[in-house]
Protein backbone atom coordinates (compact mmCIF):
# COMPACT_ATOMS: atom_id res chain seq x y z
CA UNK A 1 0.00 0.00 0.00
CA UNK A 2 1.07 3.59 -0.85
CA UNK A 3 1.98 6.02 1.75
CA UNK A 4 -1.05 7.74 -0.03
CA UNK A 5 -3.29 5.48 0.02
CA UNK A 6 -2.52 4.68 3.92
CA UNK A 7 -3.04 8.24 4.68
CA UNK A 8 -6.00 8.36 3.29
CA UNK A 9 -7.15 5.28 5.01
CA UNK A 10 -6.33 6.64 8.31
CA UNK A 11 -8.40 9.96 7.50
CA UNK A 12 -11.11 7.72 6.73
CA UNK A 13 -11.23 5.29 10.03
CA UNK A 14 -10.59 8.69 12.10
CA UNK A 15 -13.55 9.94 10.70
CA UNK A 16 -15.79 7.20 10.87
CA UNK A 17 -14.29 6.72 14.81
CA UNK A 18 -15.47 10.16 15.23
CA UNK A 19 -19.46 9.71 13.29
CA UNK A 20 -19.99 7.01 16.57
CA UNK A 21 -20.12 7.36 20.10
CA UNK A 22 -18.88 3.97 21.05
CA UNK A 23 -16.87 1.49 19.44
CA UNK A 24 -15.67 -2.33 20.17
CA UNK A 25 -12.43 -4.30 19.28
CA UNK A 26 -13.28 -7.91 18.18
CA UNK A 27 -11.45 -10.93 16.94
CA UNK A 28 -12.90 -12.41 13.78
CA UNK A 29 -9.78 -13.76 11.61
CA UNK A 30 -11.07 -17.46 12.51
CA UNK A 31 -15.05 -17.03 11.54
CA UNK A 32 -15.80 -18.75 8.25
CA UNK A 33 -18.02 -17.05 5.50
CA UNK A 34 -21.09 -18.00 6.46
CA UNK A 35 -20.22 -16.86 10.00
CA UNK A 36 -18.87 -13.51 8.38
CA UNK A 37 -21.92 -12.84 6.28
CA UNK A 38 -24.35 -13.58 9.41
CA UNK A 39 -22.26 -11.22 11.63
CA UNK A 40 -22.31 -8.82 8.92
CA UNK A 41 -26.40 -9.16 8.24
CA UNK A 42 -26.73 -8.78 11.86
CA UNK A 43 -24.43 -5.66 12.48
CA UNK A 44 -26.41 -4.01 9.25
CA UNK A 45 -30.08 -4.64 10.85
CA UNK A 46 -28.81 -3.16 14.39
CA UNK A 47 -27.28 -0.19 12.78
CA UNK A 48 -23.82 -1.46 14.08
CA UNK A 49 -21.00 -0.93 11.61
CA UNK A 50 -18.57 -3.35 11.07
CA UNK A 51 -14.69 -3.01 9.70
CA UNK A 52 -11.95 -5.09 9.68
CA UNK A 53 -8.63 -2.49 9.66
CA UNK A 54 -4.88 -3.33 10.09
CA UNK A 55 -3.32 -2.76 13.50
CA UNK A 56 -1.63 0.24 13.12
CA UNK A 57 -3.69 1.85 10.67
CA UNK A 58 -6.39 1.55 13.09
CA UNK A 59 -3.76 2.70 15.98
CA UNK A 60 -2.26 5.97 13.89
CA UNK A 61 -6.20 6.80 13.15
CA UNK A 62 -6.89 6.64 16.86
CA UNK A 63 -3.42 8.46 18.00
CA UNK A 64 -4.62 11.44 15.29
CA UNK A 65 -8.09 12.42 17.48
CA UNK A 66 -8.56 14.29 20.64
CA UNK A 67 -9.04 11.51 23.20
CA UNK A 68 -6.44 9.27 24.38
CA UNK A 69 -6.35 6.31 23.32
CA UNK A 70 -3.61 4.44 24.20
CA UNK A 71 -5.57 1.88 27.00
CA UNK A 72 -6.87 0.38 23.72
CA UNK A 73 -3.23 -0.27 21.78
CA UNK A 74 -2.15 -3.52 23.61
CA UNK A 75 -5.15 -4.71 22.44
CA UNK A 76 -3.98 -4.10 18.93
CA UNK A 77 -2.67 -7.63 18.25
CA UNK A 78 -3.30 -10.47 15.37
CA UNK A 79 -6.64 -10.12 13.03
CA UNK A 80 -9.16 -6.50 14.53
CA UNK A 81 -12.08 -5.88 13.23
CA UNK A 82 -14.23 -2.65 14.82
CA UNK A 83 -17.77 -2.69 15.76
CA UNK A 84 -19.00 0.68 15.90
CA UNK A 85 -22.38 2.00 17.38
CA UNK A 86 -23.97 4.72 18.72
CA UNK A 87 -26.10 2.27 20.75
CA UNK A 88 -23.83 1.95 23.64
CA UNK A 89 -24.57 -1.81 24.83
CA UNK A 90 -25.76 -3.15 21.26
CA UNK A 91 -22.37 -4.80 19.75
CA UNK A 92 -21.58 -6.42 23.24
CA UNK A 93 -24.92 -8.12 22.67
CA UNK A 94 -24.36 -9.10 19.54
CA UNK A 95 -21.36 -10.65 20.22
CA UNK A 96 -22.53 -12.27 23.29
CA UNK A 97 -25.72 -14.16 21.09
CA UNK A 98 -22.69 -14.83 18.55
CA UNK A 99 -20.71 -16.32 21.30
CA UNK A 100 -23.43 -18.72 22.10
CA UNK A 101 -22.94 -20.83 18.82
CA UNK A 102 -19.06 -20.39 18.55
CA UNK A 103 -15.97 -18.85 20.33
CA UNK A 104 -16.14 -16.27 17.73
CA UNK A 105 -15.96 -12.87 17.56
CA UNK A 106 -13.92 -12.47 20.50
CA UNK A 107 -13.72 -9.03 22.71
CA UNK A 108 -10.49 -7.66 23.03
CA UNK A 109 -11.64 -4.23 24.14
CA UNK A 110 -13.82 -1.50 24.07
CA UNK A 111 -14.30 2.55 23.82
CA UNK A 112 -17.82 2.80 25.38
CA UNK A 113 -19.18 5.75 27.26
CA UNK A 114 -16.12 7.22 27.79
CA UNK A 115 -14.46 4.33 29.23
CA UNK A 116 -12.61 1.97 28.50
CA UNK A 117 -13.01 -1.42 29.26
CA UNK A 118 -9.93 -4.38 27.78
CA UNK A 119 -10.21 -7.91 27.86
CA UNK A 120 -13.05 -10.69 26.54
CA UNK A 121 -14.01 -10.71 30.52
CA UNK A 122 -15.77 -7.54 30.47
CA UNK A 123 -18.22 -8.70 27.79
CA UNK A 124 -20.89 -9.19 30.92
CA UNK A 125 -20.14 -6.02 31.68
CA UNK A 126 -20.56 -4.10 28.71
CA UNK A 127 -24.34 -6.33 28.08
CA UNK A 128 -25.26 -4.70 31.13
CA UNK A 129 -24.57 -1.31 30.64
CA UNK A 130 -28.04 0.72 30.12
CA UNK A 131 -28.83 2.54 26.61
CA UNK A 132 -29.81 6.31 26.73
CA UNK A 133 -33.09 5.09 25.51
CA UNK A 134 -33.12 2.81 28.24
CA UNK A 135 -32.28 5.49 30.85
CA UNK A 136 -34.78 7.51 29.90
CA UNK A 137 -37.63 4.92 29.74
CA UNK A 138 -36.80 4.04 33.92
CA UNK A 139 -37.15 7.60 34.38
CA UNK A 140 -40.24 8.32 33.04
CA UNK A 141 -41.82 5.31 34.87
CA UNK A 142 -40.32 6.51 37.86
CA UNK A 143 -41.39 9.83 37.35
CA UNK A 144 -44.80 8.72 36.49
CA UNK A 145 -45.18 5.84 39.06
CA UNK A 146 -46.43 8.47 42.39
CA UNK A 147 -48.96 10.56 40.08
CA UNK A 148 -50.48 7.08 39.17
CA UNK A 149 -50.53 5.74 42.93
CA UNK A 150 -52.11 8.92 43.42
CA UNK A 151 -54.68 8.76 40.77
CA UNK A 152 -55.57 4.74 41.45
CA UNK A 153 -55.67 5.67 44.97
CA UNK A 154 -58.63 8.65 44.28
CA UNK A 155 -60.39 6.17 42.12
CA UNK A 156 -60.60 3.62 44.71
CA UNK A 157 -61.46 5.95 47.28
CA UNK A 158 -63.88 7.48 44.69
CA UNK A 159 -65.90 4.15 43.83
CA UNK A 160 -65.40 3.42 48.03
CA UNK A 161 -67.31 6.20 48.65
CA UNK A 162 -70.12 5.60 46.03
CA UNK A 163 -70.54 2.14 47.05
CA UNK A 164 -71.32 3.48 50.68
CA UNK A 165 -73.85 6.52 49.49
CA UNK A 166 -75.89 3.38 47.10
CA UNK A 167 -75.66 1.06 50.17
CA UNK A 168 -77.00 4.21 52.48
CA UNK A 169 -79.69 5.64 49.47
CA UNK A 170 -80.84 2.14 49.17
CA UNK A 171 -81.66 1.81 52.66
Do not use: W
Not at 96 to 101: A, D, G, S
Not at 124 to 138: P, R, T
Not at 155 to 165: A, E, F, P, Y
Amino acid sequence: MRKEDKVTTVEQIAATIKEYGHFYLTNTASMNADKTSQLRRECFKQDIKLLVVKNTLLQKALESLDVDYSPLFGSLKGSTSIMLSNVNNAPAKLIKEFKKNAEVPALKAAYVEESFYIGADQLDALVGIKSKNELIGEIVGLLQSPAKNVISALQSGGNTIHGVLKTLAER
